[in-house]
């Protein structure tokens, strides 16, 4: 599909909206917030926008396609991760 130009979000990204908005409701719970629906779908919005907008640019600088621009952020943010750590 990338070679015939065929925009596909990665499954695992578009799939997230579900997680993050359980996330949510985990955070609200916790520190007993309450976040009108209204508000939940702007964050959503905007954790959803910035993730795919991070996709489609490693993808463009790496002239790949959008799974592998995914995944590229995610191993990044592994490395990071254990830097942190010291472990690497």
Not at 3 to 23: E, R, W
Not at 26 to 44: D, H, N
Not at 45 to 68: G, I, L, P, W
Request: charged content about 20%; proline content about 1%.
């Amino acid at each position: 599909l990338f070679q015939k130009g065929t925009l596909v979000i990665p499954d695992f990204l578009c799939n997230a909206g579900g997680v993050t908005v359980s996330y949510f409701e985990m955070v609200q719970g916790y520190y007993l917030y309450f976040w009108t629906e209204k508000e939940v779908f702007e964050a959503l919005d905007r954790v959803m926008t910035r993730a795919y907008r991070s996709t489609v640019e490693q993808s463009q600088k790496f002239n790949t396609h959008n799974r592998m621009g995914a995944y590229i952020i995610a191993l990044e943010r592994v490395i990071t991760a254990m830097q942190l750590r010291g472990w690497i």
